[in-house]
């Protein structure tokens, strides 16, 4: 296979034609295996969380407490909604998926928080997404978000790390290539929470982003830091009309 030495990392070349400036559907990228992994739910090991998220949306959390159902009726009246996450809430605040769930857990719950990335969060989170699986990613860029979208696009345009590489170097430049035996995709988030074989688990959208940190050697920022999170509706604003995927699988 013929090695272009790009960024100073051995990139291949693979079957997969870049087309610069444009945003592919992750799936699009995926081995016939894992895309039919990722299209069956009798096979995909994500639907353990996602059942595990439904029995929770029914749960109180403990008697006197409402359970999410008893607020927002059946699960599957979430539908449309992640599609339009991250958004920002009437406080001001930007919120993803995550962190609006986890705003419902402790001031509409009053119970404390499931914390980012525990299995329970997850499960939600999966359990959610779901029923956003085939629509258009369709979150607001205008108004209040337009200041987050702008803090996204620089941070996803800023050279960083001891790489010293931008997020597009990977994601628009080299978009099909392959990289230590990954087809480098366009780099949105609409497949997670996602199942990484590599994992072994589910796993959040900024677990993800957290491994680009740690492979251009730049600082890992915290779950749900809001660069991540201003960075995650930069994201969905470049996916604009793909379809979320989640819960994806991913090597
Ligand atoms: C006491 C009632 C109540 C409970 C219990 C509750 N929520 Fe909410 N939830 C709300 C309200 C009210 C809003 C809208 C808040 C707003 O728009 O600022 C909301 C918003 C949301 C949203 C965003 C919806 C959208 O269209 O943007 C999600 C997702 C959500 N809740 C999930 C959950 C989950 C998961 C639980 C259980 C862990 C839960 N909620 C428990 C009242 C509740
Ligand atoms: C050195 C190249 C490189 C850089 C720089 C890089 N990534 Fe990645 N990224 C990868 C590789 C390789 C993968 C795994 C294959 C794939 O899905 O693209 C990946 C995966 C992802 C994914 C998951 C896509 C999916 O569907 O599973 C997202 C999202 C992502 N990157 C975003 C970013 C963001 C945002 C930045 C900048 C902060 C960044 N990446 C920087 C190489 C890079």
């Known amino acids: 296979m013929r090695r272009l030495v790009v960024l100073g990392l051995a990139l291949a070349a693979s079957a997969i034609p870049a087309l610069a400036g444009e945003v592919r559907a992750p799936a699009s990228l995926l081995s016939p295996d894992l895309r039919a992994l990722q299209d069956d739910p009798s096979r995909h090991p994500g639907w353990l969380w996602v059942d595990g998220g439904e029995a929770l949306w029914r749960e109180a959390p403990r008697s006197g407490r409402p359970s999410c159902q008893s607020c927002h009726g059946p699960i599957d009246g979430m539908r449309g909604v992640a599609a339009r996450y991250p958004a920002v809430?009437?406080?001001?605040?930007l919120l993803n998926l995550e962190t609006r769930i986890e705003r419902c857990r402790t001031?509409?719950?009053?119970?404390?928080?499931?914390?980012y990335e525990s299995e329970a969060l997850?499960?939600?989170t999966a359990a959610i997404a779901?029923?956003?699986?085939g629509l258009p990613v369709a979150v607001e860029t205008d108004g209040a978000a337009a200041p987050h979208v702008e803090a996204g696009r620089r941070f996803y345009e800023t050279r960083q790390g001891q790489l010293n590489l931008s997020c597009g170097q990977c994601h628009d430049e080299n978009v099909g290539r392959?990289?230590?035996?990954d087809v480098i995709s366009s780099g949105v988030g609409t497949g997670y929470p996602a199942y990484r074989l590599e994992w072994n688990t589910?796993?959040?959208?900024?677990?993800r982003l957290r491994a680009c940190s740690l492979g251009v050697r730049a600082t890992q920022l915290p779950y749900g830091a809001y660069d991540y999170v201003a960075l995650e509706?930069?994201?969905?604003?470049?996916?604009?009309?793909?379809?979320?995927?989640?819960?994806?699988?991913?090597?």
């Open 178 to 181: 392959r990289l230590r035996g």
């Open 107 to 115: 001031d509409n719950q009053q119970a404390p928080a499931f914390g």
């Open 233 to 251: 509706l930069y994201l969905a604003a470049r996916a604009r009309g793909l379809p979320v995927e989640s819960p994806g699988i991913r090597r």
């Open 202 to 207: 589910l796993g959040s959208l900024h677990r």
């Open 89 to 93: 809430a009437s406080d001001g605040a």
């Open 130 to 133: 779901l029923r956003s699986r």
């Open 122 to 124: 997850l499960s939600l």
